[in-house]
């Protein structure tokens, strides 16, 4: 264990050891208590109560439907009404109050508290509600929104003096709130002629930022991302509309770590460094709103390098993304996140992103026919008729990601390539879409602070389509967000493609010695999976976590109206079973589905042959 830990610290880096080392020893000596010293609440409305005006037919033939009221989704999926005022330090998802809601952020642990998972207080923080009440002023033409806006605004103030409280202990968070305000201050037309209340609450939150991005990048995550478009966006926005040599510092600090983000955590591929559907999506819309945060003001264009790296990052979720639905395999972390809601479209619908990314990056269409993922680029301005080519199979190397496509159908494998920590024991997961339904999901994350039960569970290998070694997970892990002796695959083939069929395989062993090889070919009605396994001790299991309720069971054979699933083995099953299992599709919610579960105690080439009508 030592020696992994060794090794895995290594492949973090010493400069991010440094910066995590530098930022724990500010915090314990008070360095940043002194430098951020508890301030007033402030007072004052945010926005004049003014509309810009926007053609009621334009908001109708981009979907967005004037409603009565606005409910705000926590995490994506629990509604909240918007008729009386938030409890600010109240868990989103249970109600109880943060018993350490009193004191400067550094004093505050993320984990020790009464409340359990600190996210459950910071989402309703985090603003997203903002940029949902500017929407429904601009499309609706009502300024009752902006009156409701300025009264939600101000009553956080009240309760979350600056850098006191749980709300401030993250910069990410205020990053959140920064990019949030800054995206409601333009619907609303405002983005040049602030408030001295909105220049005040945005300098606030950048001098909270700012000290601490260091600790950020040393994630090598969308803390940075998200903290250096904060400070660029807020930079601008100070800078323009009050000037000061300190805003343009932020503008300027901001642009240099977001160019140096682009670089370092996007690949040439366009994959992102978290491994992650969702964050990927949270990375791609930073990006988008830096970008329209430029063009808005007329700001200097970032570098060439950091345009490449956009679009193919834009190319990465398009290929994800099921164009029927808007559905994406839940690879990865997934803590709910979501930086631009201004579509009705649901959270788990990432086509909104898509085509206001390809509109920005590509100057064209990701997607022909209108939808409601065409609000974004109708509000803000951005369009293309130009249209980018249809999707094919593709093998993203760099991030370890093949899919496989046809017309009825689509195939997501996950192989290890990990150049930044892993966050899910997901090695040779596959995902299946046919028709846009996803028919075999990932197990998603459920929560980043519950019972260690759900803890291990949800990342573990077991919450993945693949196989399972001797009860154990594929790395051991060595704290809450690290795992040990990071795969790398042994073999892997380049996307192979006859007429309509496609083929992959991939393969790794374990720190253990044992050893997993996947090949899977997807022609128009089938998909075959080829596991062969070696090394195991006591059993090995390959799971198939079905996303549909009401299948039945004969022999070999699982199905349901619409798909067939047939195991084939020569020698070596044991037992074929289905059993119970979870799913997380949205963060801080889990659901039961079946789960195939095939068991072998020797070396065997197990073959699953998918089927659908």
């Known amino acids: 264990m030592i020696l992994s830990k060794i090794c895995t610290y290594a492949n973090l880096g010493l400069l991010n050891l440094t910066r995590v080392a530098a930022y724990r020893a500010f915090l ?51 509604k909240v009404g918007t008729d009386n005022l938030p409890r600010w330090h109240a868990s989103s998802l249970s109600g109880l109050e943060h018993d350490q809601a009193d004191k400067h952020w550094t004093e505050i642990s993320d984990f020790l508290s009464n409340v359990g998972d600190i996210k459950e207080i910071w989402e309703i923080s ?47 968070e205020a990053s959140f709130r920064v990019m949030h305000l800054c995206l409601s201050a333009l619907l609303l037309n405002q983005h040049r002629d602030a408030s001295k209340v909105m220049l005040e609450m945005i300098e606030q939150h950048l ?13 090598d995550n ?52 978290q491994y992650s559907v969702n964050y990927h999506r949270v990375m791609l819309d930073t990006l988008c709103l830096a970008e329209i945060w430029r063009r808005a003001y007329q700001a200097e264009p970032f570098s060439t390098f950091f345009y490449d790296r956009a679009r193919a990052a834009t190319k990465w979720l398009r290929a994800m993304t099921s ?24 959270y788990r619908d990432f086509r909104p992103t898509v085509q206001l990314a390809a509109a920005l990056f590509y100057a064209a269409r990701a997607y022909g026919p209108r939808g409601s993922y065409d609000a974004a680029g109708d509000l803000l301005g951005v369009s293309s008729q130009n249209q980018m080519s249809s999707p094919t199979s593709v093998v993203f190397n760099h991030g370890g990601y093949a899919v496989l496509k046809n017309d009825l159908a689509t195939a997501f494998l996950r192989f290890p390539k990990f150049r930044f920590r892993p966050s899910h024991c997901d090695a040779l997961h596959l995902d299946l879409f046919v ?48 795992y040990g002796r990071w795969l790398r695959c042994t073999s892997n083939q380049l996307l192979q493609t006859k007429e309509k069929n496609s083929f992959f395989s991939a ?82 919610q889990k659901t039961k589905l079946p789960v195939l579960e095939v068991t072998t105690s020797q070396n065997s080439k197990i073959t699953t042959e998918i089927s659908w009508v």
């Open 28 to 78: 314990r000596s008070g360095f940043f208590r002194f430098m951020m010293p508890i301030g007033k609440s402030l007072e004052g409305s945010l926005f004049k109560e003014e509309i810009p005006e926007f053609p009621v037919s334009k908001a109708e033939e981009a979907g967005l439907k004037s409603h009565e009221d606005v409910s705000i989704r926590i995490f994506g999926w629990k």
């Open 126 to 172: 985090r603003f997203r509600w903002a940029v949902q009440f500017a929407r429904q002023a601009v499309t609706k033409q009502d300024k009752g929104w902006v009156i409701k806006l300025n009264q939600w605004v101000a009553d956080w103030n009240k309760h979350n003096p600056c850098h006191q409280g749980p709300n401030w202990k993250c910069g990410q």
């Open 207 to 219: 001098k909270r930022i700012s000290p601490t991005i260091h600790y950020a990048m040393a994630q």
């Open 222 to 273: 969308n803390h940075g991302t998200s903290e250096a478009a904060a400070l660029f966006i807020g930079g601008v926005f100070l800078s323009k509309n009050k000037g000061g040599g300190q805003a343009r510092r932020w503008q300027n600090k901001g642009r240099y770590w977001l160019e140096n983000r682009a670089r370092r955590l996007i690949e040439n591929d366009g994959s992102f460094s």
């Open 323 to 346: 164009e029927e639905s808007g559905d994406a395999p839940n690879l990865g972390a997934n803590d709910g996140a979501w930086i631009m809601p201004l579509s009705d479209a649901e």
């Open 435 to 482: 028709k846009g339904k996803n028919i075999l999901p990932d197990g998603g994350s459920y929560s980043y602070n519950c019972d260690e039960k759900w803890l291990n569970y949800f990342p573990g290998t077991e919450a993945h389509n693949t196989v399972q070694f001797d009860h154990r997970d594929q790395m051991p892990r060595l704290s809450r967000f690290l």
């Open 507 to 588: 393969g790794y062993t374990d720190g253990q010695g044992a050893c997993h090889q996947r090949k899977i070919s997807l022609s128009e009605n089938k998909l075959i999976i080829e596991d062969k396994v070696s090394g195991i001790e006591e059993n090995a299991v390959l799971r198939w976590r079905l996303g549909f309720p009401d299948w039945k069971q004969k022999g070999r054979i699982i199905y349901n109206e619409d798909v067939r699933i047939e195991i084939m083995a020569e020698t070596g099953i044991d037992k074929i079973e289905v059993c119970e299992g979870w799913e997380s599709r949205y963060y801080g």
